[in-house]
């Protein structure tokens, strides 16, 4: 079936997508323009302007124009931004914190809260999430970027690059200036194409308008051209960053001093080593699980540095069917630590980490990708985990790949494990068909019986069968209504004896309103085994898209396992005054006896670099008296110097620990 599958597809075409895959001759900057925010008559004349921008949504001309202009030296990249609005005073600016706006955005950026002008840059023209960099800036110049190599919250690792932003009376305008050092492109070469585009977001309309329409379902192999670049010809120089670091910690029962230090080597402009000897995670907030009813175990964020770096080199599996292959949290704190990642050519990336804990632990992954094509790819996946003092030796080895033929597109992956009370392995295919307003997809699996994940999540094991998922959307630009969905999910399956195991589904609905309130409720049925889940869920939000001005409420009722069940989750996130966030998140679940979970986080911005925050963490179990834990922290980081860590009390501890930490980062 499999191969019948792509051989169907290998004979399948892309259509014609109209203002998509646009192409534009990249030129050289003889001016240089001051980045002031303002688009001065004669500081652009050698850069090309990019215009016509799409609405995503309507695949019509945008209703207000955006222009754009990009051009190069040896040493930077010059973008700049014209954004026409017929109501300036509709503009909304609120994030002040540098790479806020991919801060809990996911890959494409999600955060679309406020008002913004953003370039992409593909520099290997894979089409790939991971290759690509993105450079947005709001309307009070506030800079985020998401960069391609696997770079994740360090500043010092990020690079710097510069962007203003000014209003106008005709809408606003923007400017930035990148280094060439701060990208990963293709080395050795003369001449380069870039994948390209750019995009701009207005909340007040809620379009979402791009210069090269990659759809709704942002296809990015139809992303923009910007062609016939000649690079820097200066050669790469390998450099070496190091971030030596001391903690020391003052508690009831005596101080502590502990030291240790990252290190990152960048191998070429797109490979990448990076090091930790005696890593410190104490202060970093771990993130908490929700106390809602789960049959499956549930996955929680990873926030530690190290494993955030490079981590879109190491994904692998199908994260809603068996579960993420690589689940970092199932490694604990370790003696020494190093990963490598980034291009070996320009369609092969490849991941490689190790983590060691003396005399105890012995982790290790290999992730490596090929991209066939701008819309086709195949991996391989190896994980082993190595315990001494059980003797166990279990591991994880995996093929995957995805293929996409314009809307139709198929998805695989084979899974074997070893190790003890492990030898099991899994398999699915999914076929799935999006366009503009409709996403379908239907998915085969079989798991077998001891499946062992070796440093990985696996939600279930002992089942086959099928599930179907299907998403009708529709986003209107006029009128009370904003946009509407409705997602409708059954499944069946059966344990590997034919005896049946989940069988049912969902039904949801989602209404967001032009004033900015979400309304959204949904059905669910199962049978597992023999138990019943049969729930019904609300939820309102007022400010669904404003995180500064948000309160909302869920309410899930019904049966879990045959028995009643009750679940409340009240949330808030709010600016009462300048420079203060606060959020509030609640978790309250009736079955068999009250568990209550309470998550108070404050966050005050003192400057763009120096902020005090804290959380109270309040905990409650059937039959068990409450548990508190309130931590405060003041930080000093985002430069290209020491960083600095004072906390009070243990941010992941269970209850309150009376302790200071001080932890002081120097960058060399």
Known sequence: MLFAALALFSTAGNADTGDSNRVIKATRATVLPVIDGRIGENEWPDATRASGFTDLVTGKPALEPTEAYISYDETFLYVAFKAYDKVPTGIIAREVLRDSRYSGGGDFGDNDSED?????????????????????????????????GGRAGKAEWNGDWD????????????????????????????????GLNFTRFQYRTRIKSQWSNTTPQQFLNLMGRWSQIEPPKEKHKPSLSLLPYALTTAKETGSQIRTGIDARYTVTPDFTIVSTINPDFATVESAVQTVAFSRAEQFVPERRPFFLEGANYFSAGSFYTFGPLFYSNRIGLFDIGAKAYGKITPKDTLGFLTAIDFGDRVDTIVRYRHDISATDQIGLFASQSDVAKDNDHSGVVALDGSLRRNKVGLDYQLIKSSGLNGGGGAADLNFSYQDSFNFTSVQLMNAGRNIRSANGLFYFDDFKGFQVYHNWSREWRKGAWRSFSVDFFPSYTWHQ????????????????????????????????????????RFGITSGATNRFRQIGMELITGQQADKAYRFYAPNVSWRPIKNLDVLYTGGLQQFGGWRRQHILTGNFILSRTRTIGGRILVQEEPGSPATINPYISYREAGERGTETYLLLGAPNNKSFLPQVMVKLVFAR
């Open 116 to 148: 913004y002008l953003e370039v992409t840059l593909d520099p290997f023209l894979s089409a790939k999430q991971s290759d690509l960099c993105r450079f947005s800036v709001n309307a009070l110049s506030t800079r985020s970027a998401k960069i391609s």
């Open 163 to 194: 962007a203003k932003a000014t209003k106008t009376s005709a809408g606003w305008e923007a400017e930035m200036r990148i280094p060439w050092k701060t990208l990963s492109f293709p080395g050795g070469k003369k001449n380069l194409d870039f």
């Open 497 to 536: 004896d034919g005896t049946p195991y989940q069988r049912g589904g969902g039904l949801g609905v989602q209404f967001d309103t032009r004033s900015d309130w979400r309304l959204s409720t949904s059905v669910n049925h199962n049978m597992f085994d023999a138990q019943k889940d049969a729930t019904i």
